[in-house]
């Protein structure tokens, strides 16, 4: 990559000279914000008009809509146990109209378990994916733009966050520390910055020749100002989409513990009902179990994954294939 | 020479990887609440009692000690002694390993080299339809969590139409077939073998398919393709002798990214068809609060994948003289 995506940030610069100290650091706080928020609406649109990106954003969306209304759209709660008229359970019902995707053999409505799902999934999702892309963004932009040792140690770090298999640290988490959301998150944040780090680092390593950057050094600010207001508003487009990508794999980080039966039994995500499913002995019956909240996980993975393309079509871009 | 200069590097960091790895493995069980005796230590237990099995346990010691003797025994493949099974972890998990091995090694194989054909295949292919469904194919199988497509698999194929079996190596009954290569040269194991191994394969294949496909496209553009063809050489000689061996070192690239996705499929495939490996192992040794097991597979997986790692990197080296100069 050459290039950043939409070029550098074009805010003007502070502008508070003729007010008092305080005054211009506000104003200069504001002018910052604004830089981020004007570069991820950019990339927002980008999205929009490449080829495939209206509809994985509007999928997504759907998704997110899903999970606030929850409580509107499911018919029951997660853990309702549903009696027919007779006034006994409805056991391991297929699909029908009452129960679109069937009941388990507790009677809860499938339907209501993978819209109750969707809240924790992507929530847990989201938080992680933030927590994560925060890393590594940072340990990209600082390892880029100071070089030398700190570059050598920070890259060092990442490699070895390359050589760690995900999936027996985060079971070895969950041993340790117990099962809950935290944990999962934590699993996610201290692996998975490592491929932001590195992609960030590369474009600020392009970022850091040109004229602006320069511009702004001379003009004599400080490293961190360069760092957090010339260089980060540039490569908020990467972090978008990197977070974005981190969403799709938190997701699977969490149903693939969920499904192994090492996340919290509390609450439903699409992960503890393929769990459920599983260890119920009822899957030679009751194949709507296992079939729709895996549907679910695959639907959302696989708009994520068309917003990549997206991203790569407007970029010209190869990525690494995985995170 | 430039290539040893490069494969010494490698190596180097390897082992600064493995002085990484090894004490954040010890640390990281240090974290667990009390210490991990408490899983075996009762408090009810008579103190004096608690102490001697503390001793035993060597958790008594300050946290240094305790490193420099972990690291001791280490160096003489002592992993510690299993809670739940009260034998050397290092003889379970020798077992686990080989019955792991003999389901994730062919795996690795075929998909690579069903994922490159098909995508040397898909690449060259003047039919666009096909390139089309090939890929969205691929994308589809890489968005669905490998649980899932292993439970819908099991549900045909095992509950269903009762094709497969759906758990273990082989029949219970049909007695130990033996170790080492006698274990699974019958036909009971290689019908228990055929559903996990399908899933494995059909999980790793869209990466190698998919950069193969890719990899494929921005050759046949190139100017050496063009001078084959200008040559006279014949399409089908261009396409599969000059543009696909070239296409082949990005697959190569690829594979260190993919350790860690592997190991991770590897689990959970142990986990739905109850193959007695090391993942199944992992996640048992979770819900029995085995912490000395749980030390030993997370150790052994790390030094698997940088392992893995080093050597494919090297022989990347070889294959592509050019990564040697960086």
């Known amino acids: 990559m050459t290039r950043g995506w939409g070029g550098p940030s074009r805010a003007e610069p502070g502008r508070g000279w003729n007010h008092t100290v305080a005054s211009q650091t506000r104003a200069r706080r504001r002018t910052d914000l604004g830089r981020y928020g004007r570069a991820a609406l950019a990339a927002l649109g980008d999205l929009w008009r490449a080829p495939g990106g209206k509809a994985a954003i509007v999928f997504l969306a759907g998704f997110v809509l899903i999970a606030i209304l929850a409580p509107v759209i499911a018919p029951y709660g997660p853990f309702d146990r549903v009696r027919g008229g007779d006034g006994r359970l409805d056991r391991l019902l297929p699909p029908s109209l009452e129960h679109p995707f069937g009941t388990t053999n507790f009677g809860r409505d499938i339907f209501s378990q993978v819209i109750w799902g969707t809240r924790r999934t992507l929530s847990v999702g989201a938080v992680a994916a933030l927590a994560t892309v925060v890393i590594g963004v940072n340990v990209g932009l600082i390892s880029g733009y100071l070089g030398g040792k700190v570059d050598a140690f920070l890259m ?110 509390d ?30 996980i695959m639907m959302f993975v696989f708009a994520i994954s068309l917003l990549g393309r997206a991203y790569d079509a407007v970029q010209g871009s190869r990525r690494d294939v995985r995170l | ?155 045909l194929f095992s509950l269903r139409l009762d094709w497969l079996p759906s758990v273990g190596m082989r029949t219970p009954g049909q007695g130990d077939a033996g170790s080492g290569l006698a274990a699974i040269w019958s036909t009971d194991f290689l019908w228990h073998l055929a559903l996990p191994l399908a899933i494995m394969t059909l999980f790793f294949m869209p990466e190698p398919l998919l950069t193969m496909r890719t990899a494929m496209k921005e050759n046949l553009h190139e100017d050496f393709i063009e001078l084959a063809q200008a040559q006279g050489l014949r399409r089908r000689r261009v396409i599969y002798w000059h543009a696909a061996r070239n296409a082949l070192l990005p697959v190569v690239t690829l594979m260190p990214a993919l350790t860690g996705v592997l190991i991770g499929g590897q689990v959970i495939v142990e986990t739905v068809f109850s193959w007695p490996g090391m993942g199944r192992e992992i996640v048992n040794a979770v819900n029995t609060y085995d912490y000395p097991m749980m030390q030993g597979v997370f150790l052994l997986t790390g030094l698997l994948a940088v392992t893995v790692n080093t050597v494919v990197d090297i022989l990347y080296a070889y294959l592509d003289p050019r990564v040697r100069l960086t």
Do not use: C
């Open chain 1, 267 to 296: 609450s439903v995500s699409w992960g503890t009902v393929m769990f459920d499913a599983f260890t119920s002995q009822e899957m030679r019956t009751a194949w709507w179990w296992a079939l729709f909240p895996g549907l679910a």
């Open chain 2, 1 to 155: 020479m430039a290539l040893a200069r490069y494969a010494l590097s490698r190596l180097a960091l390897m082992a600064a990887t493995i002085a990484v790895l090894v004490p954040l493995t010890f640390l990281l069980f240090r974290a667990v609440p009390g210490d991990p005796s408490a899983a075996v230590i009762g408090p009810n237990l008579d103190p004096a009692v608690q102490g001697v099995l503390r001793e035993r346990y060597g958790v008594d010691e300050p946290l240094a000690i305790q490193l420099v003797k972990y690291l001791g025994r280490l160096a003489h493949g002592d992993l510690g002694m299993s809670f739940q099974y009260k034998r050397p972890v290092s003889e379970i998990l020798a077992g686990k390993l080989f019955n792991t091995g003999v389901l994730v090694v062919p795996a690795i194989v075929l998909a690579l080299l069903l994922g490159t054909a098909i995508g040397a295949l898909t690449a060259a292919s003047r039919r666009s339809l096909l390139d089309r469904v090939v890929r969205n194919a691929a994308f589809t199988v890489k968005a669905s969590p490998i649980f899932w497509t292993a439970s819908l698999a099991v549900l």
């Open chain 1, 156 to 265: 060092r770090v990442t490699d070895s966050a390359y050589a760690i298999p995900f999936l027996p640290f985060a079971i070895v988490l969950v041993g340790v520390l117990g099962r809950s959301d935290v944990v999962l998150v934590l699993a996610v944040a201290s692996l998975f910055w490592r491929t932001t780090a590195r992609v960030v680092r590369s474009q600020v390593l392009t970022l850091k020749e040109r004229a602006f950057v320069k511009a702004a050094v001379v003009g004599g600010a400080s490293r961190w100002r360069v760092v957090y207001t010339h260089l980060a508003p540039n490569v908020v487009s990467l972090a978008l989409l990197y977070g974005m990508l981190l969403v799709a794999e938190a997701v699977l980080a969490e149903a693939s513990l969920s499904f192994l039966g090492l996340a919290p039994t």
